[in-house]
């Protein structure tokens, strides 16, 4: 994006996410992961609104959903939200400082938890939320750094462990 303001960093994936209420996830995204605003366009009926959000080092774009340009616009059918889908096909990864913080105040924010914070046998602090538009945030903090071999050691062990318990 080469609004002053808004530019991305060369190389960069900038996930673009679609919403049906822009004003809405703007809020929560601000109030659950520190989301700054850095530009937000105006709306239009021909190419709806979009804001770019930075959230800790990342940028990402959210736009609203525009269903009623489909007809003219064919393009636009390859592109709803996870609402629209009844499900998203993506999970966003997102590495904090204290994992536990993060999740909680999604959750506060409205977040439903999809999977709750678990000390993970590859090293992490790692659980996932689901926003209230439908996206997946896996949330992490890495608790050691682990050898390629020993998390292979330990997720045969955690694999066995989980054939014992059925």
């Not at 774009?61 to 996870?82: D, N, T």
């Not at 999970?91 to 904090?96: D, L």
Request: net charge negative; hydrophobic share 40%.
């Amino acid at each position: 994006m080469a609004i002053q303001g808004s530019e991305w960093t060369p190389g960069a994936i900038v996930p673009h996410l679609t919403v049906r209420n822009l004003d809405e996830s703007i809020d929560f995204y601000r109030v659950a992961f520190g989301a700054i605003e850095l530009y937000r366009s105006p709306a239009t009926a021909e190419f709806g609104q979009l804001a770019s959000l930075k959230i800790w080092n990342s940028v990402i774009l959210v736009s609203a959903e525009l269903p009623s340009q489909r007809p003219e616009k064919p393009e636009l059918g390859f592109v709803a939200s996870p609402e629209t889908l009844r499900g998203t096909t993506c999970v966003f990864q997102i590495c904090v400082p204290d994992a536990d913080d993060v999740y909680h105040r999604a959750v506060r924010s409205g977040a439903l938890p999809a999977m709750p914070l678990t000390d993970m046998f590859w090293g992490d602090r790692y659980g996932w939320v689901r926003d209230p538009f439908g996206y997946l945030w896996a949330i992490c903090s890495v608790n050691e750094i682990v050898s390629p071999e020993e998390n292979d050691r330990r997720m045969f062990l955690a694999a066995e462990r989980k054939v014992e318990t059925r």
